[in-house]
């Protein structure tokens, strides 16, 4: 069994046995709601759970867990895949089956401040990102600059 594989059923295993878990942040793909080095709880999900603007944690075809946001479900031959993109890329995940899923964003803990993905700012932020496709492009390029700058 690959490495990647028996992380992902260990982790969905603890998350089972556990009810939630805490995961940190990694990379810019969700900036600026989240940042690198944030906490990021994620909590098990059932398929009537799961919904257009919530940030899904899940196995990527090239084994890591990924937490982007859900764009859209798409139904193949009595199989339902979700299409996830993460609010700074500029294109979308390959498609994700429900056996892939993870779980759930609940909260994101920065530093000594923890935000609620049922909190306001995080409805309207998502709303922006779903409605108006450009701030992706805007963002990466405030992060390709912001890099640039940097080196």
């Known amino acids: 069994?690959?490495?990647?594989?028996?992380i992902f059923n260990l982790i969905k295993e603890m998350m089972?046995?556990?009810g939630w878990m805490d995961l940190p942040a990694d990379g810019?793909?969700?900036?600026?709601?989240?940042?690198?080095g944030d906490i990021c709880?994620?909590?098990?999900?059932?398929?009537?759970?799961?919904?257009k603007g919530d940030i899904i944690l899940f196995q990527a075809?090239?084994?890591g867990l990924v937490a982007h946001r859900l764009l859209k479900t798409i139904s193949?031959?009595?199989?339902?895949?979700?299409?996830?993109?993460?609010?700074?890329?500029?294109?979308?995940?390959?498609?994700?089956?429900?056996?892939?899923?993870?779980?759930?964003?609940?909260?994101?803990q920065k530093?000594?401040?923890?935000?609620?993905?049922?909190?306001?700012?995080?409805?309207?932020w998502c709303r922006l990102i779903l409605f108006c496709p450009f701030m992706s492009v805007l963002l990466r390029t405030?992060?390709?600059n912001k890099e640039a700058k940097e080196l």
């Open 76 to 108: 193949n031959h009595n199989q339902v895949d979700y299409l996830f993109k993460g609010d700074t890329n500029l294109g979308l995940d390959e498609p994700v089956s429900y056996e892939k899923i993870v779980g759930k964003l609940t909260s994101i």
């Open 111 to 124: 530093g000594k401040r923890a935000i609620e993905a049922t909190n306001v700012s995080v409805f309207l």
């Open 28 to 36: 810019v793909s969700m900036y600026p709601l989240i940042r690198k």
């Open 61 to 63: 075809s090239g084994g």
């Open 142 to 144: 405030y992060l390709n």
């Open 1 to 6: 069994m690959h490495t990647d594989s028996l």
């Open 41 to 51: 709880r994620f909590v098990p999900c059932e398929r009537s759970m799961i919904k």
């Open 16 to 18: 089972r046995k556990k």
